[in-house]
């Protein structure tokens, strides 16, 4: 949806000037995963109860050994994903969910706590990654890396291939106050839980109306505009109609994220290839192993199907 970014066509507009950009990212993904449980907790006559009294929070050491081959797993997972421009911390969280119960043969969505730590390990270690492609070729990994790009900007540094000769240090630096922020996280997290829990803890007819007011506000301020609104509540919309009917809403909100980069990839390697046969693109040695690879796993995963 929008325009096609090397000629500037303009797909399922439908005139409208709120999608010549696309759907927001923002907007779907708040619909999908925030708008659709307001909606379908107000749909249960009997409302949720939490437990008011939280016993221990912080995680035992054994447990970190228990799930050590997720944590090393979605550490590397978020880390590569990091690294692709533009890929972002969501789809590092959502690849790792998949990865990871595919490793373990186990469903996460019964309630595992494995599931989490694929899918928050892998968010982590995608900053990092994420900011390899912004600090040294000037491509954000994701929209906090380019509000942080933007941010430096405008400080006078200016990010790519010279910032270590232009600003000597300021990568260690970075990646320095990185590692000192993951530890900041880790006891802030552990002292705003119960508090948090209090705050949940509340009846649904006071705590709903705060949280979609968030949502509103979260989706109205990516572009200023209403029209991201409806498309939040619009995604909330659909993503209830399909949890209702059995249809996994992950693998929408992947195609949303990877669409867009999808689209504009295919359009460069039809500009790119135009002319030649099918032997003279096969004969690059990379992107035939890529296209072998790919290929590959498409049927590996066809056959395990059946």
């Not at 990865?99 to 043969?105: D, K, L, N, S």
């Not at 867009?260 to 099918?278: K, S």
């Amino acid at each position: 949806i929008g325009r096609e970014e090397i000629y500037g066509y303009e797909r399922f507009t439908f005139g409208s000037m709120h999608l010549l950009l696309g759907l927001s990212l923002v907007a779907s993904v708040i619909g999908t995963f925030g708008i659709v449980e307001i909606i379908d907790s107000l749909s249960e006559p009997i409302p949720y109860r939490l437990p008011e009294k939280v016993g221990k929070i912080a995680p035992l050491p054994k447990e970190f050994f228990r799930y050590w081959r997720s944590i090393v797993r979605s550490n590397i997972v978020g880390l590569l994903i990091g690294i692709l421009p533009a890929a972002g911390a969501t789809m590092s969280a959502f690849v790792s969910y998949g990865m990871g119960e595919r490793a373990t043969r186990k469903k996460f969505s019964d309630g595992d706590l494995e599931g989490i730590v694929c899918s928050e390990v892998a968010g982590n270690s995608n900053i990092g990654g994420a900011l390899l492609p912004t600090l040294l070729i000037g491509i954000p990994g994701s929209a906090g890396t380019a509000m942080f790009m933007a941010a430096l900007n405008l400080h006078g540094v200016i990010v790519g291939p010279m910032i270590e000769r232009e600003q000597p240090g300021i990568l260690y630096f970075i990646y320095g106050c990185l590692f000192i922020a993951n530890f900041a996280m880790y006891f802030i997290g552990l002292a705003i839980i119960k508090p948090t829990v209090r705050l949940f803890s509340l009846p649904r007819e006071i705590l709903f109306p705060i949280i979609t007011l968030i949502c509103v506000t979260g989706a109205y301020l990516e572009n200023s505009d209403m029209f991201d609104v409806y498309v939040m509540f619009g995604f909330g919309i659909l993503a209830l109609i399909m949890r209702k009917t059995g249809f996994p809403v992950a693998p929408m909100v992947l195609g949303i994220i990877l669409g867009d980069m999808l689209d504009g990839n295919l359009r460069r390697a039809m500009v790119t290839f135009e002319g030649m046969t099918i032997w003279q693109i096969l004969s690059r040695p990379i992107g035939t192993a890529l296209i072998i690879i790919l290929l590959f796993t498409f049927i590996r995963a066809l056959y395990k199907k059946k």
